[in-house]
């Protein structure tokens, strides 16, 4: 079951002066694979204890599995990954991911991280300060999780 109005138009593509998000795909796997090993510390840090990921034994062959499972969740309007990429699709940077709500009295949990070689220039910053304008605009949510944080959607009214 969406957790989405049936109407509401989920955005597949979103680009900026710096990087374009859009939906995750098993094509993406040798890129992703690559951020994900090469950020095993930061988002173990992030994500271990919640999500039990990375695991430091990733596989290309389970991350084709994962993105195949994202793939597929976003098709059936069920969850949303975006893949952060860079402007020419030659690095992945990182991932955002839309998911139903778990508590009472949210509508998403959306989570974001950065690959780890993009720490120092504050692209997670970036990156989160983006998702908070775009949720506002292009999202139906007024109350969400961020990283694990309740933030109020502010739409500037």
């Known amino acids: 079951m969406s ?6 138009q989920v955005p597949e593509l979103v680009e900026t002066d710096h990087f374009r998000m859009r939906s995750i795909t098993i094509h993406d796997v040798f890129k992703d694979y690559d951020a ?3 950020s095993h510390e930061h988002l173990w840090q992030r994500f271990g204890e919640i999500w039990g990921w990375p695991s430091k034994d990733l596989t290309i062959e389970q991350d084709i599995i994962d993105l195949g499972w994202h793939q ?11 893949a952060v990429m860079s402007l020419d699709e ?3 940077l990182g991932c955002v991911y839309i998911d139903p709500p778990m508590e009472d009295g949210i509508e998403a949990e959306i989570w ?3 690959r780890q070689s993009e720490l120092l220039s504050g692209f997670e910053d970036q990156l989160e300060n983006f998702l908070l304008s775009w949720i506002a605009s292009s999202w139906p949510f007024t109350t969400v999780i961020l990283n694990g944080s309740v933030r109020s959607i502010d739409r500037g009214n």
Request: charged fraction near 25%; hydrophobic fraction near 40%.
């Open 72 to 82: 597929k969740e976003f098709q059936l309007r069920s969850s949303f990954d975006y």
């Open 3 to 8: 957790f989405l109005p049936k109407d509401f």
């Open 36 to 38: 994900v090993m090469s």
């Open 112 to 114: 974001f991280w950065g």
């Open 90 to 92: 030659s690095k992945l």
